[in-house]
């Protein structure tokens, strides 16, 4: 496959993909794991259903607030530095959250870890998208997509094979350190992307760190690609945050935001976190409930696969409007499902179809193309904080969503919840069909030209 040779002859940008991408795997792991934990943790702490929510939820919000900060330092202290600090705090709140003696401990440690989980979860594409050649930035950026989805599925495995080791949780919550401390420090081994650099104004450091992820490409294409970096830095050079809100990045920041709310505002998390529990109103017992949930979890990881290779091939948006139209009829499915109680008897298997093809249909679409896209069109200088802004949208909506799944459920019924999906689906597709670009194969600096987003502080002169 092309993307794979291309990969061959990138051998150091492959590399430096997959370190950046453990910031991918803690996210998927971290959020994933809670759902066994919490099982154990409510037994050692005596953690009623209030102080369960907030050990679930803490990670979260403190998810939305380390998005909003670290946009701030990825620009600031350079993309590297930032996920070295992020690497440094899932250490340390991995230690804390398997060390803790009380709730309250944990819900504080569960902040921490959400505070690096938020950053790692755009850093980590930011950084691959700007160090990644055009014509594989799709397949590589959504290499975190992929870690996400494997932490996702190792959680599931991990909560099943401890399930009878005393002081279990501790260990689940534990063992993230280690890929904690592996991120910090692999992150040193790997370089500060050319684009931050030349924002810098280190030009000379930029040539060199370009020269070497781009090894085997002629110099004056280095040279060419280091050129149109320059020449775009400056053009957003004089962008300020308040050109996402009034200059010509608005539109692009709606693309953001939107992708952001409709990624979670399809229930995806609904789907991934209580699987077992949707399967298990099906009729299943418990044990069968959790090995088929396995099965939505591998879905998952073999079709951000399928997306990786063809992200490049087929571009982003065939694939984010073919996988958002079978994830809208998979949930209409699921809302036929549990309206018509004769299908509960007769055919059970409908809701674990319609699971694997709404994951399935996520995995290849909304799920890597969100993180992929806010990565590609903002502008240099507004990417680190509009990144920011779009990932805080994301992970608000993913709380919004988790903390209202079951409550919903009760007050309008489970079909009536999978019947405002598949209406919030309908409305995505609209959305996406109408506003988000194409991007595939163009450089960072041509779709910057294309998408023409021009500040305020460019526009004045010309007025005048
Ligand atoms: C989403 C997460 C989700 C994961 C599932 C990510 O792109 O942002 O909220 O849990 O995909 O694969």
Redesign the pocket.
């Known amino acids: 496959m092309e993307f794979l040779k291309e990969l061959k002859a990138n051998a150091l940008v492959a590399r430096t993909a997959v370190i950046a991408a453990i910031g991918g795997f803690l996210f998927g792991y971290d ?1 994933g794991i809670i759902s066994g934990a919490l099982l154990y943790i409510k037994k050692d702490f005596h953690a009623g259903s209030a102080a369960q929510e907030f050990i679930v939820s803490s990670l979260l919000l403190g998810a939305v607030g380390g998005a909003l900060l670290s946009g701030y330092l990825a620009d600031r202290i350079s993309r590297r530095n930032t996920k070295i600090i992020s690497g440094t705090v899932y250490l340390v709140a991995a230690l804390g959250c398997a060390l803790s003696m009380n709730t309250g401990m944990l819900i504080g440690f569960r902040a921490l870890l959400g505070l690096a989980v938020g950053t790692a979860s755009f850093v980590s594409p930011l950084y691959i998208s700007e160090v990644s050649p055009p014509r594989i930035r799709g397949g590589l950026t959504s290499f975190n ?1 992929l870690a ?2 494997s932490g ?1 599925l190792v959680a599931y495995l991990i909560n099943y094979l401890f399930k009878d080791f005393a002081e279990n949780w501790r260990w689940m919550l534990g063992v993230a350190a280690v890929p904690g401390a592996a991120l910090a420090i692999g992150m040193f081994s790997v370089p500060k992307t050319p684009r931050w650099l030349v924002e810098q104004r280190r030009d000379d450091d930029a040539r060199d760190v370009l020269r070497k992820l781009r090894r085997g490409s002629a110099d004056d294409d280095v040279d060419r690609e280091l050129d149109a970096v320059r020449r775009s830095v400056e053009s957003s050079r004089s962008a300020r945050a308040r050109d996402l809100l009034t200059g010509r990045a608005r539109p692009l920041l709606i693309v953001g935001v939107g992708l952001a709310f409709f ?2 505002f399809v229930g ?2 609904t789907i ?1 976190y209580y699987a077992p529990t949707i399967l298990q109103q099906t009729g299943l017992s418990a044990d069968s409930a959790v090995s088929q949930a396995l099965s939505v979890g591998i879905t ?1 990881v073999v079709f951000t696969v399928v997306a990786v290779l063809l992200l490049d091939k087929v571009g982003r948006r065939p694939l984010l409007l073919t996988g958002t139209a079978l994830l809208t009829v998979a949930l209409a499915g699921l809302g036929v499902y549990f309206a018509v109680p004769a299908l509960r008897d007769s055919a059970p298997w409908m809701a674990l179809v319609a699971l694997v093809l709404y994951i399935a249909a996520f ?1 290849i679409g909304l ?1 890597p193309v ?2 992929l896209m806010i990565s590609e069109i903002f502008p240099q200088t507004l990417r680190g904080t509009a990144m920011s802004v779009c990932t805080a949208v ?1 992970w608000g909506a ?1 709380f919004a969503i988790s903390a209202s799944f079951l409550s919903l459920a009760g007050w309008i019924s489970r079909s009536g919840v999978f019947w405002i999906y598949t209406a919030l689906g309908v409305v995505a597709w609209i959305f996406f069909s109408r506003r988000v670009p194409e991007t595939r194969g163009k450089s960072l600096e041509d779709i910057q030209e294309e998408l023409g987003a021009d500040t305020e502080a460019e526009r004045e002169p010309k007025a005048a």
Do not use: D, E
Request: glycine residues 6%.
């Open positions: 959020t997509q996400t989805t996702i990624q979670q995806v998390n991934i998952n995995a799920g969100f993180w994301n993913n």
